[in-house]
């Protein structure tokens, strides 16, 4: 019986605050991999008892990006704007649903996780009170696994990448390699192609550290190795 009451509750919570104007954030976070082309914000407006939109300055806010570990320029692009919904918004057509992209920037040299903020500020057409979830500002997570999307990473106990350092060819065992990529510890773009019997020839590269990229019969290699 107490679970009947409380899933009455709930909906009926729902039913109030569909009841009320909500303007903002999609999501209270937002996390992606940063090969994803799509990664972007979703501002969301639900109208007066869903209704359509008769305000008639609109709804909206400026939307500002600001650095934490991942950095504007860098690891994603995102310049301030002020977006309004307009007259006529209605959830019915979905135009009370709005995207502005990341633009996030792909790095095969960086590990883990870094991140950002996206904060709504001088608010048009709705109070701090009727903001989504609350929230003025989310926090915006970017994976670096050094993985394609779909595409499983290998752990470094699948296969053996040698000799170290290496001087005229890298070899791979324990997996059938397909190809490569070569890149520079700045994410450039040395040299890719196909592995010959898993040996690549890196005989032309300058001395120094290089990060690895090769598609396999069991997933990615992704792994520094140094040439001399």
Not at 63 to 86: M, S
Not at 107 to 122: A, C, D, H, V
């Amino acid at each position: 019986m107490k679970k009947v009451f409380l899933t009455m509750g709930i909906c009926l919570l729902g039913l109030v605050s569909q009841a009320q104007l909500r303007y903002g954030f999609a999501v209270p976070y937002d996390n992606f991999n940063v090969n994803d082309t799509s990664a972007a914000l979703e501002l969301v407006l639900f109208t007066v008892d869903n209704d359509t939109l008769r305000d008639s300055v609109g709804v909206g806010s400026d939307v500002t990006a600001i650095d934490g570990t991942a950095r504007h320029g860098f690891e994603f692009n995102f310049p301030p704007v002020k977006f309004i919904f307009p007259i006529g918004t209605t959830i019915y057509n979905g135009s009370n649903r709005h995207k502005i992209k990341y633009n996030l920037t792909p790095n095969p040299t960086l590990w883990g996780t870094r991140y950002f903020y996206i904060k709504l500020t001088s608010l048009i057409g709705v109070t701090a009170s009727g903001l989504m979830y609350g929230q003025e500002q989310i926090v915006v997570y970017i994976d670096y696994d050094g993985t394609n999307v779909g595409i499983p990473k290998l752990s470094v106990h699948d296969y053996r990448l040698y000799p170290v350092p290496a001087t005229n060819q890298l070899f791979i065992e324990g997996v059938n390699s397909r190809n490569f990529k070569i890149y520079d510890l700045a994410g450039r773009f040395i040299k890719g192609g196909e592995t010959l019997q898993n040996s690549i020839d890196i005989s032309e590269l300058s001395n120094g550290l290089y990060v690895l990229h090769a598609i396999s019969d069991k997933g990615l290699i992704v792994q520094k190795f140094i040439k001399e």
